[in-house]
């Protein structure tokens, strides 16, 4: 009888497991996903070693089903497949499908499908030391003009000077590499900012730049509306 009660409860404790692991798998496949920024590429907005929760579910296109398209202003994480080392990018949505941008003179410059006109975009969300500094290489001089096809995006991290990202496809524009993502590319939008807690200090300032890194929760600079200048 003995026996039979203990064979109950591990049963019973194994599906509880496997409930658990299912329900895990769901959130963190169709819901949201934590992550851990590595690199640069985003400062002032986001710095090295922050803890972030991605929005999966937004994106999310099952069938007939779908929510929002990712749009310009938009922070997103994604797979560019262009190294084994960093899996996923964290950068920020400039062109969409139908967009035409124009990099020159460090701005950017957008023009709407169906518009003949190219507007300077004011990008109020970067640092002092990136306003007016987007260049191609370091091409300064250099204008650079990308026409976004449908379905693919053009995104730039926030710190223009040290991000690998559409400008310069990721990594280097040889061969077959594209200056663009695909939408099944993007694993989802970044929702929320824990920041980064220095368990050494036992405070929020991070032990390399010296700075506080609070988290924002939800007031992150996640996206931007350009329609709003």
Known sequence: METSNYLEEIIDFAKDIVIIVIVVMIVKT???????????????????????????????????????????????????????????????IIGIPGDTLKIEDGKVYLKVRGQSEFTELNERYLSETNMNATYVNSGKAKMNIYEVPEW???????????????RTCFY????????????EDISGKLLMDLGYFNIKEFSFQHPKLWIKTYPTFFSSPDSYDYNAQ
């Open 152 to 166: 693919n995006f053009f995104v730039m991290g926030d710190n223009r000077a040290a991000s690998t990202d559409s």
């Open 30 to 92: 169709f819901l949201i996903s934590p992550f851990q920024i590595k690199g640069q590429s985003m400062y002032d907005s986001y710095y090295d070693g922050q803890f972030i929760i991605v929005d999966r579910f937004s994106y999310l296109e099952i069938g007939d089903f779908k929510k929002w398209d990712p749009e310009r202003g938009d922070v997103v994480v994604f797979k560019p497949k262009v190294s084994e080392d960093k899996e996923y990018f964290i950068k920020r």
């Open 172 to 183: 280097s524009c040889s061969g077959d590499r594209s200056n663009f993502i695909r939408k």
